[in-house]
């Protein structure tokens, strides 16, 4: 191990100034008492970190040999970070000292240089140099991240430090020009979520992104997502038969296109060529003797009067068309307008439609019932005038929760979308009383995410399902990602089947999405860290709801400067650049949040539409983020506005 030699920085302070550091004299009582006192209270903040043992030597001695400068310095960090430092920081900065917080990487080393400049101030002629084995100093903290970064997701590309990872569509197995595009706007990482299609899928988007780094000559790692232990809504009872036929309308109500109704033999329907706005299945004897230009009318399920027009017939149905809305059920009679002249039935009833999908409306106050079993729930019954006669019931997809859950726990479902307490525990029940809502009633449907921030779940990170698709993973991905990574149990866990399944091991990324995760990442991390290579992803989407989204922007800097002092690569993902992705056209916050980003060493895209131009704006921003801020630090680069002002002046 080699000893970091502090640098002397001189005091940018106005006090001073290089001739009042050759003038003793002018330094002030006052003055020359502070610099005493701030190196009392660094010395003893210094002393503390290295004193403080916070793991057993034991489980330290386990880190890899990549890490484990690394490992000493995180804890040397956590050390200084279980006080409060503020007060500190401001009377450092005042004298013109690092105030300390930009020292993540290499933190010891960080205090040793203001040690050394408050020495110097104070003219300490009995120092000497620290004599601290395993410092991490500037050059060193900023190689250290760079090579683990470039060992998990490759190395750097041309021009931009931060890699893009996008999420693969299902297409990307079969369409090779996806998987080409993409790697050509910039992807540095591929990811599959393992949640999603099958090994077969799996297989060929990999061997697409193979022929593509051939065909462009660019490398790209492979990322693959255990899908982890999934907490959702169980299924509901089927809904009633309806279908709504509605047109396009503008903000003013003015129809800006009609309705499109598909009329299909109910005996042997047909799917309709084109996207159709309702499906009706009706007698084919009836169908026959339709014709181009006839009215068809009905009264539909509100008792309105509607009539559509017919404007094309085919061999497999009639197309017809609908300026007014229609909710149509089953057994609707439908007329044919007399005056057309053509035979036939002038009548016919709508023949089954399928189920609409349900849904239990809930609102602040409401009760819900979770349960254990998977049999269908329903919502709540309610009298005439809307006061609920049996509460709503639904069941949930992991019944041992219920072991761990208790009173006065919170409880959200559907990313947050409703909260509520758990008010009582029955067998095999739980009742939740609702307290927060979007202002409106809200709708609760099937395979909903629950999230229990408040519960001590004793859920293992890796299911049945991941297990199986180990074996796969294993073979042919470079990082693993471990879905709702909460304890170090679950890192070790995936240690060993690795070990089991062989000598390649790919690398791990703990994914941070749970409270207990983000309260448990710094001994996960030293666990992680016995591997060659590790990472950690912000997965802001649960994160938020299980740490509130008011705390989301802490709790994601917390992550951020624990994972830098463990020189640890972090990928910034969950809705980045997601109206671009999905609709083609980012909001500005988006913009803000792609370009804060750039503090971290990659950052992930969802599936969507536009993600390949979404990769090409991705990149842009990156690029120019650059040269403005490193990690929390901002650069700084010339300001084009300032030397604007500078020719502005100059000119007169």
């Avoid at 993540?104 to 400049?117: F, N």
């Avoid at 038969?241 to 296109?257: F, M």
């Avoid at 014709?291 to 404007?311: L, N, P, Q, Y």
């Avoid at 979007?438 to 629950?450: H, Q, W």
Wanted: aromatic residues 4%.
């Amino acid at each position: 191990m080699r000893v970091a030699t502090p640098k002397v920085f001189t005091p940018k302070n106005r006090h001073w100034n290089q001739k009042h550091m050759k003038n003793k004299s002018v330094i002030a009582t006052s003055e020359k008492a502070e610099i005493k006192e701030l190196l009392r209270e660094l010395t003893a903040i210094k002393a503390d970190m290295i004193a403080s043992q916070i793991w057993p030597q034991a489980r330290l001695d386990r880190v890899h040999a990549n890490n484990r400068d690394s490992a000493q310095n995180l804890l040397h960090y956590l050390a200084l970070r279980r006080r409060d430092h503020r007060p500190l920081q401001l009377r450092l900065a005042a004298m013109g000292l690092s105030s300390l917080g930009r020292a993540e990487s290499h933190v010891l080393s960080s205090v040793d240089a203001v040690l050394a400049v408050l020495r110097v101030l104070d003219h300490s002629s009995h120092w000497s140099p620290p004599q601290n084995v395993g410092v991490v100093d500037f050059e060193q903290g900023q190689r250290l991240l760079a090579d683990h970064t470039n060992m998990l997701l490759g190395q750097v590309p041309v021009g931009r430090k931060v890699r893009i990872m996008v999420t693969m569509p299902s297409e990307a197995s079969n369409d090779y020009r996806v998987v080409y595009n993409l790697l050509q706007q910039g992807m540095d990482c591929m990811r599959i979520n393992c949640a999603h299609d099958d090994a077969a899928a799996w297989l060929r988007m990999i061997g697409h992104l193979r022929k593509a780094e051939t065909s462009l000559g660019r490398s790209c790692r492979v990322v693959m997502d255990l899908a982890g232990p999934k907490l959702r809504t169980g299924p509901l009872e089927k809904g009633k038969a309806v279908v709504r036929i509605r047109p396009d309308r503008s903000k003013y109500g003015k129809v800006i296109s009609s309705a499109r109704i598909w009329l299909t033999p109910e005996t042997s329907p047909h799917r309709p060529s084109s996207p159709a706005d309702g499906c009706l299945p009706v007698p084919a004897k009836w169908l026959a003797h339709l014709r181009k230009g006839e009215w068809v009318t009905c009264t539909d399920a509100r008792d309105s009067k509607r009539e559509f027009e017919i404007v094309d017939v085919t061999i497999n149905g009639c197309w017809a068309e609908s300026t007014k809305t229609a909710y149509i059920i089953p057994g609707t009679i439908l007329y044919r307008k007399p005056g057309s002249g053509s035979k036939g039935e002038r009548k016919c009833r709508v023949g089954n439609l399928p189920s609409g999908n349900n849904f239990i409306t809930l609102q602040r106050g409401e009760s819900l019932i979770l349960t254990r079993d998977l049999k269908p729930g329903r919502p709540a019954t309610r009298d005439i005038s809307g006061t609920i006669l049996t509460t709503a019931i639904i069941g949930c997809t992991i019944p041992k929760i219920f072991d761990d859950v208790r009173a006065g726990e919170s409880i959200w479902f559907d990313d947050g979308k409703i909260g509520g307490v758990i008010s009582k525990i029955e067998t095999g029940r739980v009742f939740v009383k609702i307290t927060h809502d979007r202002l409106k009633p809200m709708k609760l449907r099937c395979d909903k995410g629950i999230n229990l921030p408040d519960s001590n779940l004793r859920l293992p990170a890796m299911t049945a399902k991941d297990i199986k698709d180990l074996s796969f993973v294993a073979q042919h991905a470079d990082v693993i990602e471990l879905s709702f990574a909460n304890r170090v149990q679950d890192v070790e866990s995936l240690q060993r089947r690795l070990t089991d399944l062989g000598t390649r091991q790919p690398a791990i990324v703990l994914k941070i999405e749970t409270k207990r995760g983000f309260e448990k990442l710094p001994a996960m991390l030293l666990a992680a860290m016995r591997t060659p290579s590790c990472g950690v992803m912000i997965a802001r989407g649960d994160l938020a709801v299980e740490c509130s989204f008011e705390r989301l922007a802490e709790v994601q800097e917390e992550i951020l400067w624990i994972c830098e002092a463990a020189h640890v690569p972090v990928i910034w993902a969950t809705q980045v650049l997601e109206n671009l992705v999905k609709k083609g056209m980012p909001s500005r916050a988006e913009i803000t949040d792609a370009a804060m980003a750039r503090r971290a060493e990659c950052v992930m895209l969802n599936k969507g539409t536009y993600v390949v131009s979404a990769v090409k704006a991705l990149d842009d921003i990156l690029r120019r983020m650059q040269e403005h801020q490193d990690k929390k630090g901002s650069l700084l680069r010339q300001l084009h506005v300032a030397k604007a002002i500078q020719s502005k002046v100059d000119e007169h």
